[in-house]
């Protein structure tokens, strides 16, 4: 059983505010959030494989991830970097790649918070319209996220446990070879 | 004086409609809206100097639009091509690089149609809020684009050879 939940609120008509606590020091959790080597590791809502993960963090830089979801197809989503404070806060763009639905643009602010070793990570998603807000809330967000961040918290108390024990400090797996056809393309 | 005047209406809580006619093809006022190569030559005040200008119109890929405005500092824009069917539509989102303001995006749709050699050009700005929309409206962003499309105008009008 995970030690955290998430909490998710609807805020004014726009916004969608996610809560999540970690037993981790707020540097570890700040780059398991940020690290294309890592993110693979616990995101895809209990289900995808990470076909591409990129990541710029200059202001204006873009970040892509790719996901097969098995039957659900493939989740491909980008954006921008707009702030990038280590280990504070991260504001980026975020598009999900599929026509019409790419011109809902949203803004994702993370900022973290460490207290009695557990760090809290709050994300306000702001969409342009309510419609947009209330689709993403019905669209499985609060399923989707919650088994990634459950998803995260082992992967921190996996990464805690070999530390523990002596043993190499926790890092990536070494990347699976990408499947022919698929380019990643450098920014 | 110009032979069309830009028209800006507030639509709904967040958005901003523009709307100009050019006495010009389409393809070539589209070309003119999207080409990296021809954007600073009307977009960019005369009493300014473009720094640099790129467009990449694949889905995902990045413009960019850096202006030296002397005293009044740098107004350095960006953001990503969402939508490029040219030469009826494209979708990009729009950052203007400022701490605090950056995360005001925006979504730019622009339509292009041509009708009895004239083409009108409706580009729709929809904000994160009322308040974003709002301060937009307020910024003077009536006055600038107003001078930039006469300043288009022209520059077609060379185009063509008249």
Known sequence: ?187 | MPEFQLQVDLRGDTEIVLSRQFRSPQALVFKCFTDAAILPKWLCPSWATSVYCVVDTEIGGVWRHKIDMGEHGTFDSFGQTLEFDAPNRYVRSDVINVPVTREAISTETATFTEKDGVTTVEIVIRHLSKELRDGNAESGVAEGTCSAYDHLEGLMAEMHGA
């Open chain 1, 1 to 187: 059983m995970p030690e955290f939940k998430l909490h998710l609120e609807l805020r004014g008509d726009t916004e969608i505010v996610l809560h999540r606590q970690f037993r981790a020091p707020q540097a570890t959790v700040f780059n398991c959030f940020t690290d294309p080597d890592i993110l693979p590791q616990w995101l895809g809502c209990g289900m995808g494989k990470t076909i591409l993960c990129v990541a710029d963090y200059e202001i204006g830089g873009v970040w892509r991830h790719q996901m097969d979801m098995g039957e659900y197809g493939l989740f491909d989503s980008f954006g921008q970097i707009l702030e990038f404070e280590v280990p504070h806060r991260l504001v980026r763009s975020y598009i999900y790649n599929v026509p019409v639905i790419r011109e809902a643009v949203s803004t994702e602010t993370a900022t973290f918070t460490e207290s009695d070793g557990i760090t809290t990570v709050e994300i306000v998603i702001r969409h342009l319209t309510k419609e947009n807000r209330d689709g993403h809330a019905a669209s499985g967000i609060e399923y989707g996220a919650g088994k990634s961040y459950d998803a995260l918290e082992e992967y921190l108390h996996r990464a805690k446990t070999l530390v523990d024990l002596g043993g190499p400090s926790f890092g990536p797996p070494p990347p699976e070879p990408l499947p022919p056809g698929i380019q990643v393309r450098s920014y």
